[in-house]
């Protein structure tokens, strides 16, 4: 599976971003994509996945009500809209992905990564 993650940059608390990433390679119709990031010093945290076999999406408590996980399946994209922004969400955020019908319960269980994309939520 390749991902290629894109979209960071540095915005202004309260803005909006959207990241992108283009996957493929998949050797199995049931997956599961998300969003993971990490912050300076501190470990990787799930942040949103989705559930190829439903369609189904999950988000982490910090990140419900601001951020949106997205699949675009004719254009093999996944992608995180993020509003509301905080300085609290400076991190650098990865797609990845891992076979299964089930959101992982830790980011550890994801084996495949696409490079992060740094957000920067300042002012």
């Known amino acids: 599976v390749q991902l290629q993650a894109s979209g960071g940059g540095l915005v202004q608390p309260g803005d909006s971003l959207l990241l992108s990433c283009a996957t493929s390679g998949f050797t199995s119709e049931n997956y599961v994509l998300g969003w993971v990031r990490q912050a300076p010093g501190k470990e990787r945290e799930g942040v949103a996945c989705y559930v190829s076999r439903n369609g189904d999406t999950t988000e982490a408590d910090f990140a419900r009500g601001r951020f949106t996980i997205f699949r675009d399946v004719a254009e093999n994209m996944v992608y995180l809209q993020m509003n509301y922004l905080r300085p609290e969400d400076t991190a650098v955020y990865f797609c990845?992905?891992?076979?299964?019908?089930?959101?992982?319960?830790?980011?550890?269980?994801?084996?495949?990564w696409g490079q992060g994309t740094q957000v920067t939520v300042s002012s």
């Open positions: 990845a992905s891992v076979d299964g019908s089930t959101c992982p319960a830790t980011p550890k269980f994801y084996n495949s």
